[in-house]
């Protein structure tokens, strides 16, 4: 160049493949997701993952392999080693074989394997389309030495390697990429949560296929939930865990059949229609429950975006076995998937994209997504509909987006969540609004059902015709049925007497099972019973905090009025008295105040009204503070070794203290003369905090421990003035407290020095 400028060029330091990949790159499973897409992007009807010893980095190995078009020298160069590269811009962005949209659009997804390993090998063989000829490649990248090299230009061919690859007749296309030289040592903590990512990949089949007409009785808005931009000759996409990735079983149709309501969405050019249909066992459980539809323009009609959603609701809590419960846990929420694969974080404990568990916490009573929509149409606004709004465990479904349809909505650069712009908005307001819509119309059947109760009530205070004077009680009811069901396992033990052989043993199996379940009903039955009347107590008490905060205030006065009288010159002798009455004021004061203390924290409103992530510590600390004087007493020590930010998930005040209460004042009891109790914390990456109460004293084998969770089952034989004496209820009572935040409690081994421990797990603990 002239006037003494010199040539310039740009150069690019290697240091850009970290960034791009480790770096930008949110986590291994949103990587691996990405080599996934490309499988899909290349047309595989399949792609397996298979993972062998990913606990150690060394000899780690993770494969993605799969059936697609595969790559040539060529397209391997153009394509796979070129970052930001074009092929998939170019055209109408849809695949060779099966015209799929492409999910891809940056360039940069491959670079997602730096993210998983240091060394990655291909090897590749193109299709071909008129069965002529191809030469597949086989290649490598080092990345440890690709990043040696200050710039590209400095990179060797030992770094980055490709040579043609031979192929025979027979061959089959696709690509295979070999991970070795793992950056993570995987715990099994960080395993499992990446087991659950890599599960959740694809849209389950179980939400995007044609519901069953066992699960509701009439189709709604679609029979299948438009999940990708595909033409109808594609054969799918499936995908496959194999080796360390392979998962348990799959328990959907179980989540099918404890499902009440279903919700589906179509958010078309043509308006937005939303469908709320009972399932079967709620038609059954309440026959008014009936189907609803609703409609209203689309916000953005010309440009989107378009989507299917598709929602399950169960109103209780999850059933069935341990595993099946866990499970259950594990896949609730409302997920996004884009071209059938899944978009983090939406749906994840700790991501709340709908507000559902920021309303349920708030406990509004209106449905705030409501407020400015014709949707409703005929269904009026139910008096505190907002109060039966449940929290993101009770949901469990999608949002199905395609490229083409989804308008402006773009994904962030680290392929975690989308851009927050008014595309993003509309998705958020319109399946909200649709689960604001299923609230009103659960809120709508309840109501029906009360009144359709009312109406058949006898009236004038006598029972109906035909009936006990006591059959209406839900008590007289469960006694007439264990009745029924004692007379049913007598009457199929006397058809086995005549049954053939191979009939008989399954009669007298089934006899077993109703005996078993008549014997579980007698327990629930009293049980229930003195739940009512502890319930009639703690009503009481919510009346008596008021007295107590009363005589905490003149328990003061008196120990300030008798350390006035003792300041006066009065005869040794009766000083001495004086002092002694001091002592017993103070205490006395004392005790209120802890009781006055404790009754706020349960009993108030403000321990009932709003849901919240308590701290586990404080809770201990002000529930010890309770039973401090019997433990002093015994000369047991406290020792709260839980960390003072270790947060529960949402719940009340009032449950948290009931819990530990249980379980200290069981411990003081259990923990000897000159015993200990302590209690400790942790918390897992995936958000499992648990939580141990250990003491010394009788131990408890954990392999016994559920007997103590039954009804009326106590070791306590002396009165405690304090304590009282236990009626075996309370940790049957703390079961049920925390399956309401899907926690769960039981005996486990303790550590040295302790000789009985009991541990509650939360799901979605928090710092």
């Keep these: 160049m002239s006037d003494g400028n010199k040539a310039a060029k740009f150069s690019v330091d290697t240091h850009l493949f970290r960034e791009l990949g ?8 949103t990587a691996l997701i990405e080599l996934v897409k490309n499988a899909y992007d290349a047309d595989a009807t399949e792609v397996t993952v298979f993972g062998e010893n990913i606990g150690d980095p060394r000899r780690g190995v993770i494969r993605i392999s799969d059936n697609g078009v595969g790559m040539n020298p060529d397209t391997f160069q153009r394509g796979f080693l070129r970052v930001a ?36 090998e291909i090897q590749s063989i193109p299709w071909s389309a008129s069965g002529e000829a191809v030469v597949g490649v086989d290649g490598f990248i080092d990345w440890n030495k690709v990043e040696a090299a200050e710039t590209l230009d400095e990179v060797g061919d030992d770094a980055i390697a490709a040579s043609e690859r031979p192929v025979k007749r027979g061959d089959r296309s696709g690509t295979t990429l070999t991970l070795t030289g793992l950056r993570q040592k995987w715990t099994d903590a960080q395993k499992g949560r990446f087991l659950l990512e890599v599960e959740g990949l694809q849209a389950p089949k179980a939400l995007v296929q044609p519901l069953s007409k066992n699960v509701v009785s009439a189709q709604g808005l679609f029979a299948s ?18 080796g360390d990735f392979e998962v348990g079983d799959n ?12 919700l589906e969405i179509d958010a078309s050019a043509q308006g937005v229609r939303y469908a709320v249909i009972p399932t079967r066992s709620m038609v059954k459980e309440t026959p008014q429950a009936k189907a609803y539809d609703f409609s209203e323009k689309h916000a953005s009609a010309k440009d989107g975006p378009f989507f299917h959603a598709r929602l399950l609701l169960r109103e209780g809590s999850a059933s069935g076995k341990r595993d099946e419960r866990a499970w259950s846990n594990r896949v609730a929420g409302v997920r996004v998937y884009m071209e059938g694969f899944r978009v983090l974080p939406y749906g994840e404990d700790a991501d709340d994209w709908l507000y559902l ?97 009312a109406a058949t009530r006898p009236t004038g205070g006598r029972p109906a015709s035909g009936t006990s004077s006591s059959g209406g009680s839900t008590k007289a009811k469960a006694e007439g049925s264990i009745k029924r069901l004692s007379e049913q396992a007598a009457e199929l033990k006397r058809l086995a007497d005549q049954a053939p052989e ?66 006066e010159e009065l005869p040794p002798k009766l000083k001495n008295r004086v002092s002694k009455v001091a002592g017993a004021a103070s205490e006395l004061r004392r005790a209120i105040e802890r009781q006055a203390a404790y009754l706020v924290d349960v009993v108030t409103p403000d321990a009932r009204r709003r849901r919240s992530k308590q701290k586990v510590h404080d809770a201990l600390n002000a529930t010890w503070r309770l039973v401090a004087t019997s433990a002093e007493h015994r000369g047991i020590a406290f020792k709260n070794d839980v960390a003072d930010d270790l947060r529960t998930p949402a719940m009340f005040r009032a449950e948290l203290m009931a819990i530990f209460t249980n379980l200290l004042t069981n411990a003081v009891k259990a923990a000897g003369t000159d015993g200990f109790i302590r209690a400790n914390a942790d918390l897992s990456e995936e958000g499992e905090l648990r939580v141990r109460i250990e003491n010394t004293g009788e131990a408890v084998d954990p392999a016994e421990g559920e007997r103590w969770f039954r009804a009326f089952e106590s070791t306590t034989v002396q009165l405690d003035p304090v304590l009282g ?21 039981g005996f486990v081994r303790p550590r040295k020095g302790a000789a009985t421990a009991i541990e509650i797990v939360f799901p979605g603990g928090t710092r």
């Design 225 to 242: 939930p438009q999940v990708a931009d595909a033409p109808t000759a594609d054969p799918g996409f499936e995908l496959k865990l194999e």
């Design 85 to 120: 590269a074009r092929l998939k811009t170019d055209g109408d962005r849809k695949s060779e074989r099966y015209q799929r949209r492409f999910t891809g659009a940056k360039g940069v997804g491959r670079l997602a394997a730096h993210k998983l390993a240091r060394k990655i």
């Design 502 to 567: 191979g009939l008989k043993q399954k009669l007298i199996a089934a006899a077993d099972e109703v005996t078993h379940a008549t014997e579980v009903s007698r327990e629930v039955v009293p049980a229930n019973t003195m739940v009512l009347v502890l319930a009639s107590v703690g009503t009481q008490l919510a009346a008596f905090t008021h007295e107590v905060n009363r005589l905490l205030g003149l328990a003061a006065d008196l120990e300030n009025s008798i350390a006035r009288l003792r300041e």
């Design 22 to 29: 480790e770096l930008l790159v949110g986590r291994e499973s």
């Design 725 to 745: 004496q236990g009626m075996g209820l309370g940790l049957g009572i703390t079961r049920d407290l925390l399956a309401e935040v899907g926690a769960t409690i």
């Design 357 to 453: 568990s920021r309303d349920y916490n708030a406990r509004d009573r209106k449905l705030r997504f409501l407020v400015d929509s014709v949707a409703p149409g005929k269904l009026g606004e139910v008096e505190d509909e907002g109060l039966l709004g449940l929290s993101n465990k009770h949901f469990f479904g999608g949002v199905f987006l395609t490229v083409n349809r989804s308008g402006s909505l773009e994904m962030l650069v680290n392929r975690e969540g989308f851009v927050p712009d008014a595309a993003y908005e509309f998705i958020v307001s319109t399946v909200r609004r649709g689960i604001d819509l299923l609230t009103r119309v659960r809120a709508s059947t309840k109501a029906a059902a009360a009144e359709a109760a």
């Design 251 to 262: 328990y959907w149709p179980a989540v099918l059949d404890t499902a009440n309501w279903v």
